[in-house]
């Protein structure tokens, strides 16, 4: 999704100071694939959630609309730790950063679009009278944490740590020495209990914060490095046991999302069971040659379908969703919207790439 988990292209220059030239870097079409496919399945998750939220999440104000909603959002709960997994892969093993400043390009390059967003945001709810507090008030709240209507947002808090964190490590591993970063990084970690301090002196409640990162998003984008290294393709005869793993993990995460509490944790091991199975299913797998410019191209424009998806599922979608309709129409409602959706995010996103504005939106 974001521009730090993209293919390196192949042929890159050696890292300073590294003895001997690099190796040309094999460009993972199987990897633009699995972005592409993460990419998707957010959007999915999130109209989901709109059929969900608009019966309040109670199957007693509409039947169809409740269980619709759950199951699209329940088999979508892999997309976020899928791309914690790229993340990880690409830092670590795709294309470490080379030095400071080429980091540092990766950290500008995500953190750009994540203000101009939220930003984006917070201007169309206040046109729209859908602020319940002054837009300079969470305007401030969003330098620290994700804040409505720019709530899918909340991952790039967490993401753009994880990058800097491992690629920091990776950095002092090959004998550098990114004061700046580690600075940055120590500043993220104190910034929760600097805040608290800060509201205990002046008396104010001060704002939290969704800078950091968590065990199991670290733990998905190290294993990620380590499933997506993988040399070459898992055995037919294992895979056949995925397509099982899968759909009972969707199966757990729905029970879990009705019986136990909505939504599940990221941390979760029937999140964790799915993600892993749709992993090893597409990775190393071979995408046929005249596919792979037009997937490579449209993955690249991920992450700004990722920034732009939830104006359509607010604008277009939740004023569409039946509540009292039965499971075939709204099924059918659904699986009308979602491709719509899918659609037009890809269609903008790719529009300002073409005007050469990727880099400040995404």
Request: charged fraction near 15%; charge should be positive; hydrophobic fraction near 50%.
């Amino acid at each position: 999704m974001a521009t730090t988990a993209a293919t390196p292209a192949p042929g890159a220059a050696p890292a300073a100071g590294a003895p001997g030239t690099r190796p040309a870097r094999e460009h993972r079409h199987d990897v633009d694939l699995l972005r592409l496919v993460a990419s998707c399945t957010v959007i999915l998750s999130h109209v989901a959630a709109a059929f969900l939220k608009a019966v309040d999440g109670d199957a007693a104000n509409g039947s169809a609309a409740y269980w619709v909603g759950m199951t699209g959002d329940s088999a979508g709960s892999f997309a976020v730790p899928v791309f914690f997994a790229i993340a990880g892969w690409a830092v670590l093993v795709g294309a470490p950063p080379r030095d400071s400043r080429r980091l540092w390009q990766r950290v500008v390059r995500n953190t750009t679009p994540l203000f101009l967003w939220t930003a984006a945001y917070l201007g169309w709810a206040w046109l729209r009278g859908r602020n319940d507090e002054p837009v300079t008030d969470l305007a401030v709240r969003g330098l620290f944490g994700s804040i409505q209507p720019a709530y899918h947002l909340w991952f790039m808090y967490v993401y753009i740590p994880i990058v800097a964190l491992l690629a920091f490590a990776a950095l002092v591993k090959a004998g550098a020495r990114p004061w700046g970063t580690g600075a940055a990084l120590l500043g993220i970690a104190c910034l929760p209990s600097a805040l608290t301090t800060l509201g205990e002196i002046t008396g104010h409640d001060a704002p939290s914060t969704g800078w950091g990162f968590t065990t199991y998003s670290v733990v998905y984008a190290v294993g990620g490095a380590l499933v997506l290294s993988m040399p070459r393709r898992l055995p037919a005869r294992h895979r056949r046991w995925l397509l099982l793993v899968a759909p009972a993990a969707v199966l757990g995460i729905i029970r879990y999302n009705t019986r136990i509490h909505y939504v599940i944790p990221n941390a979760h091991l029937f999140v964790a069971a799915l993600t892993l199975a749709v992993m090893l299913l597409l990775c190393r797998v071979r995408v046929p040659e005249r596919w792979r410019p037009r997937i490579s191209r449209v993955a690249g424009a991920a992450l700004g379908a990722y920034m732009v998806h939830v104006f359509f599922v607010e604008e277009l979608v939740r004023p569409l969703i039946p509540t009292d309709a039965g499971l075939v129409a709204t099924t059918g409602v659904f699986l009308g919207l979602l491709p719509v959706t899918i659609v037009l995010s890809y269609a903008v996103s790719m529009l300002w790439g073409r005007l050469g504005l990727r880099r400040i939106l995404g």
